[in-house]
């Protein structure tokens, strides 16, 4: 497991799955919760913990798709495999296209579900770390100005074309305000070089 610490989070509408499910991977060293509906789940999660989701396919109320749907448009950093007793090939194909870490089958083998949270758990990991980046990348971006954003999205477009007299030509501002504000952007955003920059705002996604 990795050194970070993670945690399994189990939904199951069945008591006895719940109960033995949680007792099994508590005896392998995981960190567990579980949960007997999708919305007692959401009410509880915090997506600053870092974990994976073992989510019974087959839920009354919110079903576990409906669960995977929301937490894919939440942008959720949560990992999920999915279990199940009567799903069947259209819905562990929805699942995967869902992004789904596997679709297993009841009953399965307590070391197959472990080597995929092991997994599930690695991608965590490294969701939360990209998050964190965005939303370093964020918080930075939101420190400039309109123009200097203007300035910004002219560079990352036009990365040949940036010179302070190609800029100021095309946004119609004279060279030397282009310097005034290519400097405080670099300061703003904590960079040395334009080179960075265009780095940096591969980050975005575009329209940010």
Do not use: W
Not at 66 to 82: D, V, W
Not at 162 to 171: A, F, N
Not at 194 to 205: N, Q, R, S, T, W
Request: with cysteine; proline share 4%; aromatic share 6%.
């Amino acid at each position: 497991m990795s050194e970070t610490e993670t945690v399994v989070f189990v939904v199951d509408d069945d008591q006895d799955i719940r109960v033995s499910l949680s007792r099994a991977l508590r005896m392998r060293g995981y960190t567990v919760e579980a949960y007997d509906s999708a919305q007692a789940f959401l009410e509880a999660y915090d997506e600053s913990r870092i974990g994976c989701l073992v989510l019974d396919y087959g839920l009354p109320g919110m079903s576990g798709l409906e669960l995977q749907a929301h937490i894919n448009r939440a942008g959720f950093p949560l990992p999920i495999i999915f279990i199940t007793g009567h799903g069947g090939v259209p819905e562990s194909v929805q699942a995967m296209k869902g992004g789904a870490v596997d679709f297993l089958e009841k009953p399965f083998r307590q070391s197959v579900l472990a080597e995929r949270i092991e997994t599930a758990c690695r991608m965590a990991v490294e969701m939360t770390a990209a998050a964190g980046r965005r939303r370093d990348i964020d918080s930075r971006f939101d420190r400039l100005t309109a123009r200097e954003r203007e300035i910004v999205d002219f560079m990352v477009g036009h990365p040949g074309e940036v010179t302070s007299k190609e800029i100021g030509r095309t946004l119609d501002i004279s060279p030397r305000t282009v310097d005034h504000h290519r400097a405080r952007i670099l300061e703003k955003l904590e960079l040395r070089s334009v080179v960075e920059l265009i780095d940096l705002a591969k980050g975005l996604p575009r329209g940010a």
